[in-house]
């Protein structure tokens, strides 16, 4: 790249990582999002970082009339994994509607590798970062996103939904859906606050 390209890259990295924000599907538009869209996110995926090439992001959306079905599963399976005492109904109400309210709804899933000698730390963080590279993209497209890790989102059962088994895991659900309200601003402590900086 020339040196005038990387300066706008590098501006345009920035801009995207700083505006990126999350929305829930209840403040989505019921507005669908072009198929070319969510192949893009889905690329970007795949060129997240990954230790050994294990490549563990397994992911599968859902539009359209199966999110009906993803709906139904989830609210039944929170019923199921839920002690009765700790079960909340406007929690289940909540995942019985949410996948409808967002266009697109994509389960994320970590896909163990065979010999299991990249530890599961590793795998995890590597799918963290694919959702972070699906995040930005839809970000550039004018789309929010929400990653949600309840307990049913990232149950042994929403694994084997998705057609995952043994030590794979699931690792939750990104809604992404164009938002019904202003784009939000995001906060964040100084990263002064978080930084140890040895130089000597
Ligand atoms: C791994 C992960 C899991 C998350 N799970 C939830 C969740 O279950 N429920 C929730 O309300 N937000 C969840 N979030 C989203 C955060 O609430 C959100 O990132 C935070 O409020 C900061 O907002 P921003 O993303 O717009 O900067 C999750 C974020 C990450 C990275």
Redesign the pocket.
């Known amino acids: 790249m020339k040196s005038e390209e990387l300066v706008s890259t590098v501006e345009a990295a920035s801009c995207l990582i700083r505006n990126?924000?999350?929305?829930?599907p209840k403040q989505m538009l019921d507005q669908p999002v072009d198929e070319a869209i969510i192949h893009e996110m889905l690329e970007n995926a795949n060129w997240a970082p990954t230790h050994g090439l294990t490549e563990p992001w397994r992911l599968s959306v859902f539009t359209g009339e199966a999110r009906t079905r993803l709906a139904a599963f989830l609210a039944a399976t929170y019923k199921k994994i839920t002690p009765p005492d700790a079960f909340k109904p406007n929690k289940y109400e909540g995942m019985s509607k949410n996948a409808m309210l967002a266009p697109v709804v994509i389960v994320v899933g970590m896909k163990r590798q065979e010999s299991q000698k990249i530890p599961e730390l590793d795998e995890i963080q590597a799918v963290?970062c694919a959702?972070q590279n699906m995040?930005l993209t839809a970000t550039a497209h004018g789309l929010c996103a929400?990653?949600?890790?309840?307990l049913a989102?990232v149950s042994k059962e929403m694994a084997e939904y998705v057609g995952l088994s043994g030590d794979d895991r699931a690792?939750?659900l990104f809604y992404v859906g164009y938002p019904a309200v202003e784009w939000?601003k995001?906060s964040?402590h100084p990263i002064s606050e978080k930084v140890n900086w040895v130089a000597d």
């Open positions: 990126r924000r999350t929305v829930k963290a959702v995040h929400f990653w949600s890790t309840n989102a690792l939750g939000p995001g964040r």
